[in-house]
């Protein structure tokens, strides 16, 4: 089955600096890379996601790049401030014909310090 | 706040014991996906109703079932309770024709 890995697993950063957490994964049929938010007792939230004909995708001070070819994908956040600190999961799934199946990585903790 | 709610919040129950876990989808979505969450396995995708069917399954164990009836919601059932399978398990759905989802708030599951 798929496999995902994320790294760091714990990412301490300054206000204001950029952030960039890498995961990969190993099932070339993977076809589609969301990225989710969690923050402390509260639920996953989506913040981002890639398809696998995308290379790179961009909103606001978040970016999502995509390598099919080493089969890595990357969040980058941008001006971090400190509500930015939460728990962040890449997951690599894939979905056909109606189906879903994801699998998450274990999550980095990112810590901004004002 | 996402639109999909999950009952209870809590539950402390004993090993060997079986527990229902409910969740109803945003209105409109025919997706309802199960997930658990632990220390120990991270995030793991259970299993994916659509629209009453069973789509997709993923780590699911066989003392745990689930089922979408009629009207979307999604049930979850735990049985022959272990001290591993406390964790918290949310369900999430999603817009028909898209991946995105929208978790809901989860159910803390203590088995002691």
């Known amino acids: 089955g798929e496999n995902v890995e994320q790294h760091p697993s714990t990412l301490s950063v300054q206000e204001g600096d950029s952030a960039v957490i890498k995961c990969t994964y190993s099932d070339s049929a993977s076809n589609y890379f969301p990225w989710y938010k969690q923050e402390l007792g509260k639920r996953p939230q989506l913040i981002i996601d890639?398809?696998?004909?995308?290379g790179e995708k961009k909103d606001q001070r978040i970016a999502v790049t995509l390598n099919k070819t080493a089969k890595h994908f990357s969040l980058h956040i941008t001006e971090t401030q400190p509500e930015d600190s939460a728990v962040y999961f890449c997951?690599?799934?894939?979905?056909?014909?109606?189906?879903?199946?994801?699998?998450f990585g274990r999550g980095t903790s990112l810590i901004v310090h004002p | 706040d996402s639109g999909v709610t999950q009952t209870p919040k809590h539950l402390i129950t004993a090993t060997g014991q079986r527990v229902t876990l409910r969740c109803s989808p945003r209105?409109?979505?025919?997706?309802v996906y199960w997930y658990q969450q632990s220390l120990d396995q991270g995030l793991q995708f259970l299993i994916q109703y659509y629209n009453g069917e069973e789509r997709a399954k993923g780590n699911i164990l066989e003392r745990f079932s689930a089922q979408q009836f009629p009207d979307l919601h999604s049930e979850l059932n735990l049985s022959s309770l272990e001290l591993g399978d406390s964790a918290l398990y949310f369900c999430?759905?999603?817009?028909?024709?898209?991946?995105?989802?929208?978790f809901g708030p989860g159910t803390r599951l203590t088995v002691l």
């Open positions: 997951a690599a799934s894939i979905g056909a014909g109606g189906s879903y199946i994801p699998t």
């Open positions: 999430a759905s999603s817009v028909p024709g898209t991946n995105e989802q929208f």
């Open positions: 890639i398809r696998s004909n995308v």
């Open positions: 209105s409109g979505d025919l997706s």
